[in-house]
T-cell receptor, first 114, second 118 residues
């Protein structure tokens, strides 16, 4: 069964600190993995996208890693800001259909305190 | 910021009412999607469309219906709303990849409609 599991479920950190969010998946055949940021009451916004051959990708203070062998990904946030408070969702796409199915994790709810 | 819009943003209605959630995108994307999301839970695909006059049901069974008469417009309708329909509904769109498949597509999400049925 294709699944995406994220940990931790929630996380509280102080402003300026770093943190790492985890994503494990069983989706096969794998196409790509995305990290989305979803602010409360808003739709998800794409942060990074990685294909099978990519190990790391950065977008400003966000760095995503991918280990396709162990089917794990992480999202590292550097020097957190209050505006980073949001849900971070790991999304894995398969290539088994023309639709390019997306499998969503439940997200990690990050709260940054001043 | 993606050019995809949803209205209304919030809706509170009584049981048995008919409602239509609007979704429009100005990016010319052929694919559009409707997701349902409960607090703290993952998004579940309820409907999708490959293009005009194409609609398909997603993974999660839903009593809603959709239509795709124009490329930019993908409304979702509930004929008779019930409290169990209370949820957040997210619309998304994406373009077909150069290979003709959806692989690698990024989906752009609208802001969502928070529906409460009393």
């Amino acid at each position: 069964k294709n699944q995406v599991e994220q940990s931790p479920q929630s996380l509280i950190i102080l402003e300026g600190k770093n943190c790492t969010l985890q994503c494990n998946y069983t989706v096969s055949p794998f196409s790509n993995l995305r990290w989305y940021k979803q602010d409360t009451g808003r739709g998800p916004v794409s942060l990074t996208i990685m294909t099978f051959s990519e190990n790391t990708k950065s977008n400003r203070r966000y760095t995503a890693t991918l280990d396709a062998d162990t089917k794990q990904s992480s999202l590292h946030i550097t020097a957190s800001q209050l505006s980073d408070s949001a849900s971070y969702i790991c999304v894995v796409s398969d290539r088994g259909s023309t639709l390019g199915r997306l499998y969503f994790g439940r997200g990690t709810q990050l709260t940054v305190w001043p | 910021e993606a050019d995809i819009y949803q209205t209304p943003r919030y809706l509170v209605i009584g049981t048995g009412k008919k409602i239509t959630l609007e979704c429009s995108q100005t990016m010319g994307h052929d694919k559009m999607y409707w997701y349902q999301q409960d607090p703290g839970m993952e998004l579940h695909l309820i409907h999708y469309s490959y293009g005009v006059n194409s609609t398909e049901k997603g993974d999660l069974s839903s009593e809603s219906t959709v239509s795709r008469i124009r490329t930019e417009h993908f409304p979702l309708t509930l004929e008779s709303a019930r409290p169990s329909h209370t949820s957040q509904y997210l619309c998304a769109s994406g373009a077909t990849g150069t290979s003709g498949r959806a692989v690698g597509d990024t989906q752009y999400f609208g802001p969502g409609t928070r529906l409460t049925v009393l």
